[in-house]
């Protein structure tokens, strides 16, 4: 497979619904496996309100942005009517 600058590609990654309590060392373990420094988007996946890991969760994936290691975060598989998005 030809080399390409790590400039030209834009990586996505998720933060599982499992994963919720312990976003830094998710992400971590996901930059190791994809020998990177950084993500482009890091989703989380499936907020489960019931569970209620999320908020912190998204809190986590803030603080990871404002240190270099996301550039973007967002969420997918979301209810958007359900009460309590993530960046409420």
């Given at each position: ?20 309590k ?10 190791k496996?994809?020998q990177?420094?950084?993500?482009d ?14 908020v912190?969760?998204w ?5 990871l942005q404002?240190e ?5 975060i967002g969420v997918?598989?979301?209810q ?9």
């Open positions: 497979m030809p080399q390409s600058n790590r400039e030209e590609l834009f990586i996505t990654t998720k933060l599982w619904n499992d994963d919720h312990r976003p830094r060392e998710a992400l971590l373990d996901s930059l496996k994809l990177l420094d950084y993500i988007l890091y989703l989380m996946h499936w907020p489960v309100p019931a569970i209620d890991h999320y912190e969760a809190k986590g994936m803030i603080e404002k270099g290691l996301i550039k973007s997918c598989n979301f958007m009517n359900r009460p309590g998005n993530p960046g409420d």
